[in-house]
């Protein structure tokens, strides 16, 4: 008797993921989980050069950054209850303790997203939620809340309607600077109860779902499915019950090498692993006491 409903890989895109075409990855912490395997594997990818991004709202405004030509100034920083100086369009990871700080690592990225984003092969888009938070002050959609008192924001989640309209602008976007690109959409399998409690992330996912189904010219590749659906147990989570567990996302990346990888690509990225973790290995004698 089979206990459990198995996953089968969609191999026809196999050969897509190769270490000679370049890759950008956007999207919620589960595409930083995919982009740290993949670069201990040796291709050459460039993750989240604004931090995670949860809902499509977010991802949308960031590739349209990336396609453009502007830059952050000082009208686009602000300091947080810590006294940090940060941004609405990042994640906390690039808040410094002074403005020009902040504006440096800022720009330096975001340059770095913009090459990125015109010589990928392959760009993938992470979709977590469709909760989007608010400035009360100006209706600006922002990527992280930078712990502000909640009154700061309002919140709301994106119809269907809104998402599609998104996900559209994504892939627009996309193939009007780099008609080269091969757009690959997922939802993250990590779970986001918030407000509303699990049903209202079940609805939440499931508006990602239909969303993703609807943009023609696109791949999807299940790693929601893979973990909620193939998977389907608490031990594949970590503690926070949350987020799947490093078990489960070398599972899915597994999937997503099987899916999109030739065997030789696999060997290649199996022996660049091991050149990783070598280079990060420190002698006994190296290590401080």
Same mark, same amino acid.
């Given at each position: 008797m089979e206990f459990r409903t198995k996953l089968n890989p969609d191999t026809s895109h196999r050969g897509m993921i190769n270490h000679a075409n370049p890759m950008l990855l956007l999207g919620s912490c589960f595409s930083d989980e995919m982009g740290s395997r993949?670069?201990?594997?040796?291709?050459?990818? +460039?993750?989240? *050069?604004?931090? &995670?991004?949860?809902? *499509?709202? $977010?991802?949308?405004?960031? +590739?349209k950054l990336l396609?453009?030509?502007?830059?952050?100034?000082?009208?686009?920083? &602000? &300091?947080g209850p810590d006294g940090r100086f940060h941004s609405w369009m990042h994640h906390s990871s690039f808040s410094r303790k002074s403005e020009e700080e902040a504006l440096t690592v800022m720009n330096k990225s975001l340059e770095v997203g913009r090459k990125a984003l015109q010589n990928a092969k392959v760009v993938f888009i992470?979709?977590?939620?469709?909760?989007?938070?608010?400035?009360? #002050?100006?209706?600006?959609?922002?990527?992280?809340?930078?712990?502000? =008192? *909640?009154?700061?924001?309002t919140?709301?989640?994106?119809?269907?309607? #809104?998402?599609?309209?998104? !996900? #559209?602008?994504?892939?627009?976007t996309i193939l009007d600077v780099n008609k080269e690109a091969t757009i690959v959409f997922t939802v993250s399998p990590v779970r986001h109860p918030g407000q509303g409690g699990l049903h209202a992330n079940a609805l939440s996912k499931a508006t990602l779902l239909l969303a993703t189904d609807s943009i023609d010219g696109t791949i999807y590749f299940p790693a929601y499915e893979a973990l909620t659906d193939d !998977?389907?147990?608490?031990?594949?989570?970590? %503690?926070?019950?949350?987020? %799947?567990?490093?078990?489960?996302?070398?599972?899915?990346?597994?999937?997503?090498?099987? $899916?999109?990888?030739? $065997? $030789?690509?696999?060997? =290649?990225?199996?022996?660049? @692993?091991?050149?990783?973790? @070598?280079?990060?290995? @420190? *002698?006994?004698?190296?290590?401080? %006491?």
């Open positions: 993949l670069a201990a594997d040796g291709f050459d990818i +460039v993750c989240n *050069p604004g931090g &995670t991004l949860y809902n *499509p709202m $977010s991802i949308h405004a960031w +590739v396609a453009g030509d502007l830059t952050f100034t000082q009208k686009d920083i &602000t &300091t992470t979709l977590g939620t469709t909760r989007v938070f608010r400035l009360k #002050e100006s209706g600006m959609c922002v990527a992280n809340c930078h712990k502000h =008192h *909640p009154a700061t924001f919140e709301t989640r994106m119809s269907l309607d #809104e998402c599609i309209s998104a !996900l #559209e602008g994504i892939r627009d !998977l389907r147990d608490y031990r594949f989570y970590a %503690p926070d019950m949350r987020h %799947p567990s490093p078990v489960a996302a070398d599972y899915i990346y597994d999937l997503l090498c099987e $899916s999109m990888m030739t $065997s $030789s690509t696999i060997a =290649h990225a199996i022996e660049c @692993r091991r050149m990783s973790r @070598r280079a990060a290995h @420190r *002698p006994m004698a190296d290590r401080q %006491p």
